[in-house]
């Protein structure tokens, strides 16, 4: 009981009981089980739970304002390390003290599990108990927990709902209550809010700055990450990638960090037309200045000549493969994936990460799938003749103008990845069209099923195996993920269908690493060999040798650039389309 009843708030004692039914279970005056029914109904009133005219009331929390912003340092995490010092970099441009947390270790899902609630995902266990244990750190250091409480905030992304991950926003509270954190915020950005969420006194405005910053963010952290993990497995110098990704990094988040923030000029905002509509028009402006004046493609070029020293050996046979799965499991780093990208190097392989833009692509494709199934439901159905045709054009004339912004907003987004994804001499992958995705996932899984990555994981699992991208896919995610079980049931069809396809699903709990790793081991070996197949049948139609490729390896040293441009379509191994590549070269000049 004393576990379950911790807290810190002035007029209890440490365990948590109250004083005065502490006292009274000691002289005998009530029973335990009266105790017990006491300290329940006070957990309650204080947690918001006592229903009011009978209905359940959400717990107030204190807001974060405006002028809390000076001294109150923003918490986030659980996406790479890339792309969170970029998030901070932009943040700290806004005027925020922004500081992320490192990725969660196997200490962080047990803090979670000692102080959240039994039977959570464990993304919520990771996150939860990495952010108590840097709570703690910062007590450690000297602060105490109601500074703690008052100078930082947690601000994370809301999920979807079909799942337990969708309610971890009241889980943290819990768990953080427990912790001793009574009263800790956490700040909750959902899915389906709006461009613009700022409030007159929000500490934390979400407008257009910020918006277009974070999606900056995300593309950049995104191309840098995968040009590190294309480079990686085939560097001759061990390390080079790595520091030329820290350098990168490091040099985008001080170029965006130094970017101003762009307003009217004075004398423009005090001509009489733009003084009402001075905000669109400095929207405006802004969204020119971004599309045709950004200095990103010149930031892209910078760091394309850092990752250019390192040189690589295109030799090395290695299975290429795709990761997919839940989002935070497939992306996060650390422990709550069992470290499976750096495994997969150990072991031989080329990692295909998945990026943070697909998921955000696919979440514009299914509001707009959305709006066009309700289209003109909100039609009055009650009118009839000619009344009704005011209130169709109305409706019709609602959904195309909504259609029409998200539309743009998604080119608008896939422009800016592919453009910055050209000056990196497209090393890093492509983006795959999500009603492409849609067409081949559906006939498995119907693409109106929302939750998790929804139809994305039977996609991709086709796609990639179809494009010869990738020798295998592994789908990484949660013990127990309702939404990636259920297109893990539909997966058995997909493989017997397509007989080509190599694929694995992988549960991660927070334990049980040995055993996840052996059936990946399993499996990879299989890729293994049908990449050491693709490798031998390119040299072999090709007719060379590898002592050939040595040879003109030595002869044309720009063949160990890291981003020569290899051909595609045939096979998926670096190895073997690099073959090709050196038979091309061969044939042009005539040896």
């Known amino acids: 009981m004393h576990d379950t009843m911790r807290n810190t708030q002035s007029g209890q004692d440490d365990n948590g009981i109250s004083p005065e039914i502490l006292a009274a279970l000691r002289n005998g005056s009530i029973s335990i089980e009266t105790a017990l029914q006491s300290e329940r109904q006070r957990l309650e009133r204080e947690s918001g739970l006592v229903p009011r005219d ?101 601000f994370t992304a809301g999920a979807c709902g079909p799942c337990r991950f969708g309610m971890y926003e009241s889980e943290y509270r819990m768990a953080l209550r427990n912790a001793g954190f009574e009263g800790f915020r956490v700040l909750i950005l959902q899915q389906h809010g709006g461009l613009d969420q700022s409030g007159i006194e929000a500490g934390l405005e979400m407008n257009l700055d910020f918006t277009l910053g974070i999606l900056n963010a995300f593309i950049i952290a995104d191309l840098i990450n995968d040009v590190a993990y294309k480079i990686r497995p085939y560097e001759i110098e061990s390390g080079a990638t790595d520091r030329a990704l820290t350098r990168a990094v490091e040099h985008a988040a001080s170029t ?47 760091c394309r000549m850092m990752f250019a020293d390192v040189r690589v050996d295109r030799t090395r046979v290695k299975p290429v493969v795709k990761i997919t799965g839940e989002f935070w499991a497939q992306t996060t780093e650390g422990d709550g994936n069992f470290r499976m990208f750096s495994f997969l190097e150990e072991e031989g392989a080329e990692v295909l990460i998945e990026p943070v833009a697909p998921w955000l692509l696919y979440l514009l494709h299914q509001e707009k799938q959305w709006l066009r199934d309700r289209r ?71 693409s109106r099923i929302e939750g998790g990555e929804g139809h994305l994981e039977v996609a991709k699992n086709i796609y990639y195996s179809r494009e010869k991208l990738a020798h295998m896919v592994l789908s990484i995610k949660p013990f127990g993920c309702l939404p990636s079980t259920q297109s893990d049931g539909v997966q058995t069809a997909v493989v017997a269908h397509h007989q080509d396809i190599i694929f694995l699903p992988v549960e991660t709990s927070g334990e049980g690493e040995v055993n996840a790793h052996s059936r990946v081991q399993m499996t990879l070996n299989d890729a293994r060999i049908r990449a050491q197949e693709e490798y031998d049948a390119a040299l072999q139609t090709c007719r060379l040798t590898e002592m050939d490729i040595r040879q003109r390896i030595e002869e044309h040293p720009e063949l160990t650039n890291p981003f020569l441009r290899l051909p595609g379509g045939k096979e998926a191994g670096t190895a073997a389309r690099f073959v090709r590549h050196v038979a091309h070269i061969t044939a042009q000049n005539g040896k």
């Open 256 to 302: 965006i960090e130094r970017e101003e923030i762009y307003h009217l000029p004075t004398k423009v905002a005090r001509i009489p037309f733009l003084r009402s509509h001075q905000r669109g028009a400095e929207h405006i402006v802004k969204f020119i200045r971004r599309l045709f004046f950004s200095p990103f493609p010149r930031l892209i070029d910078e």
């Open 54 to 154: 009978g209905h359940w009331t959400r717990p107030r929390e204190r807001p974060f304002t405006r002028a809390e912003r000076e001294y109150t340092t923003v918490l986030f995490g659980g996406l790479t390390w890339k792309h969170e010092r970029l998030i901070q970099a932009n943040l700290r441009r806004l005027g925020y003290k922004a500081e992320y947390l490192q990725a969660p270790d196997s200490r962080s899902f047990e803090l979670g599990k000692e102080f959240g609630n039994n039977g959570l995902c464990n993304p919520t266990y990771f996150t939860v108990g990495n952010l108590i244990a840097y709570l703690r750190s910062l007590e450690a250091k000297g602060l105490s927990r109601q500074e703690i409480v008052d100078e930082y905030v947690f």
């Open 376 to 446: 003109l439901l909100s039609v009055d159905q009650a009118s009839k003749g000619m009344a009704r045709i005011p209130a169709f054009l109305n409706g019709l004339g609602q959904y195309v103008r909504k259609q029409t912004l998200l539309t743009l907003a998604e080119r608008l987004y896939e422009r800016e990845y592919l453009l910055l994804r050209a000056r990196l001499d497209k090393l890093p992958q492509d983006l795959p069209r999500q009603r492409e995705l849609q067409l081949l996932a559906h006939p498995y899984y119907h």
